[in-house]
């Protein structure tokens, strides 16, 4: 009996659309955030905690067994008044002495706002509490100074901790109280004693609201979420929100990054950033999260997840609205991007999957929202977390998988033109002049549909070899004496398709439709960019394999959108 109500108790815990993940707790769990102890005691350190929200409280949830199961730990009484309710927390680990508090203190913060955040009723106490925890998360101790109060607008919201270079802590957080001249901006104050006490709030992103806007809707950068490369370089991902017609330049809420150089200058308040993209114009809207992993390249890899995906810019209508929205990418994409976050990025499949969608407020303020990454320490792998209702509840789900791809030639067809495009510059390979000659140099140049130049199929030549030929041509992508000495700044030309080694291409999937092409001799080369060139007419060459992404193609199948 207690076996069948336990098979019962997951059945109702998990919805028919949620895919691979396991519930992380009974009843409400929203606003996920992980960690990884980094700056523990023996006993704790590669500990893994997750933070979750009530609306009056929070649970910090631990794992010990690199993530396969949680358990909670603590619950953090939050105290909202009358009329107030309590979310988008997050945590963080110190990583390194701030202040008085040592390397490991562990700290997390929510925002305290009016219910419906002000919307229709006074929000004249909003305020952004901290609590610190000094034993790995058990016990928390309420910092006495709220990090920032708001008595105007909409309130203070979506808390983000990070570290600059100076050893100041900073929280990055969505401001609503600067209307009417902003809708929302995305600010950032700095702390000197470890979040005691904290500075002025300074501007990130700002940029004026029209007087006859929706302020709160039309323009509203928020959401931020910070990871420092190894580099030394910070990168911010947000969601910049503008619900204008998009002939008036509304474009929904897309996700934009954009770096600093020490973690606290963020350059102009004006600039919106960069949108993340794809090879073919994907990009994420609503609700973004970012994380580093190692591996893939010299730069490790940026992993980046947003609510939902829409398709390129260029497929909205102004008349009805921006880019539709793709499914079943939503809800089952992570984008990966190992140039630092430059260039466009690549899609890989995300652990914890939602495959259907509701449009009531109730659906869209939690399912997938706001979805945690945390890469395994060899960053091999990553630990998803991703919210969906169930019944009445909005409840965060788990689950872990690869962050590489199939590594092979898994998904290239012999039967189908390929449009080639670079991660690093996003442009397309070219016969230059769209000549057939021998010799013919190969080049990047802008991507255009409609240009035969740029038009190439996949010929194999077995054990997950491919020759690369010019689409209407007997001619192929060859090395010149490829076939017994190819070397690294050995330049890419067409030359007669001849089976020989230096025509030979071996394609090793890193994502959906993105690979790295090897020569077929195992020689450790692969087609490249020369120093990630960026200026049209650049050649193709060989230089040794990496993974970055002026080494990384994305196969797009001519005529698809």
Avoid at 98 to 104: D, F, I, M
Wanted: hydrophobic residues 35%; aromatic residues 6%.
């Amino acid at each position: 009996m207690l076996a069948l109500v336990g098979l019962v108790t997951a059945a109702l815990l998990t919805p028919v659309n949620v895919v691979g993940g396991v519930a992380l707790a009974d009843g409400t769990s929203t606003y996920p955030r992980v960690i990884r102890l980094e700056h523990a005691d023996a006993a704790h350190q590669g500990r893994i905690l997750a933070s979750t929200n009530t609306d009056d409280s929070g649970t910090i949830h631990e794992s010990t067994d690199g993530g396969a199961s949680f358990h909670p730990i603590a619950t953090i009484r939050t105290e909202p008044g009358p009329g107030e309710w309590s979310g988008s927390s997050t945590l963080f680990e110190f990583p390194r002495q701030l202040g008085a508090s040592p390397a490991g203190t562990l700290i997390w913060a929510t925002s305290i706002n009016a219910v419906r955040g002000g919307r229709d009723r006074p929000n004249p106490n909003s305020r952004i509490v901290a609590w610190k925890s000094t034993d790995h998360g058990r016990g928390w101790q309420r910092v006495p100074t709220p990090i920032v109060t708001g008595t105007a607008g909409h309130g203070v919201w979506e808390p983000e901790f990070a570290v600059t270079d100076a050893g100041e802590l900073v929280v990055h957080f969505s401001d609503k109280t600067q209307q009417p001249r902003y809708g929302q901006v995305l600010a950032r104050r700095k702390s000197v004693d470890g979040g005691q006490t904290w500075g002025p709030t300074v501007n990130t992103v700002a940029v004026d609201a029209r007087a006859d806007a929706e302020l709160h809707l039309e323009d509203s950068p928020g959401m931020a979420v910070v990871r420092r490369l190894p580099n030394g370089t910070s990168v911010m991902a947000y969601e910049y929100c503008n619900l204008e017609p998009v002939a008036e330049g509304g474009h929904g809420c897309r996700v934009y990054t954009r770096t600093s150089p020490d973690g606290w200058d963020w350059g102009s308040v004006t600039d919106r950033g960069t949108v993340a993209k794809t090879a073919d114009g994907r990009h994420f809207v609503h609700a973004p999260t970012l994380a580093w992993a190692p591996g893939g390249s010299p730069n490790g890899r940026l992993l980046l997840i947003g609510r939902l995906v829409r398709a390129a810019d260029t497929e909205g209508d102004p008349d009805t609205g921006p880019a539709p929205v793709l499914h079943p990418q939503s809800g089952s994409t992570v984008f990966a991007n190992s140039s630092n976050g430059l260039g466009r990025w690549y899609e890989l499949d995300s652990p914890v999957r939602i495959t259907g969608f509701g449009t009531d407020e109730a659906h869209t303020t939690c399912q997938n929202y706001s979805s945690p990454l945390l890469p395994s320490a060899d960053g091999s792998r990553v630990l998803h977390l991703a919210t969906d209702r169930v019944g009445d509840h909005c409840t965060a789900f788990f689950a872990t998988g690869p962050t590489y791809g199939s590594s092979d030639a898994g998904g290239v067809s012999t039967a189908v033109t390929y449009q080639i495009t670079n991660l690093k510059s996003g442009k397309c390979l070219t016969a230059e002049g769209n000549s057939t000659a021998d010799g013919t140099r190969v080049v990047q140049q802008p991507c255009d549909s409609a240009r035969p130049a740029q038009e190439f199929r996949a010929v194999a030549r077995g054990g997950g070899l491919f020759s690369v030929a010019k689409a209407g041509s007997s001619k192929c992508l060859d090395v010149p004496n490829g076939n017994t000495s190819a070397a690294p700044g050995d330049l890419v030309r067409l030359w007669s398709c001849n089976s020989t080694g230096a025509q030979d291409w071996k394609p090793s999937g890193v994502g959906r439709s993105t690979y790295l092409f090897a020569t077929g001799n195992d020689d450790g080369l692969c087609l490249d960019l020369p120093r990630g060139a960026l200026d049209n007419g650049v050649q193709a060459q060989l230089w040794n394999c990496t993974g970055v992404g002026a080494q990384l193609w994305h196969l797009r199948v001519r005529g698809d959108s």
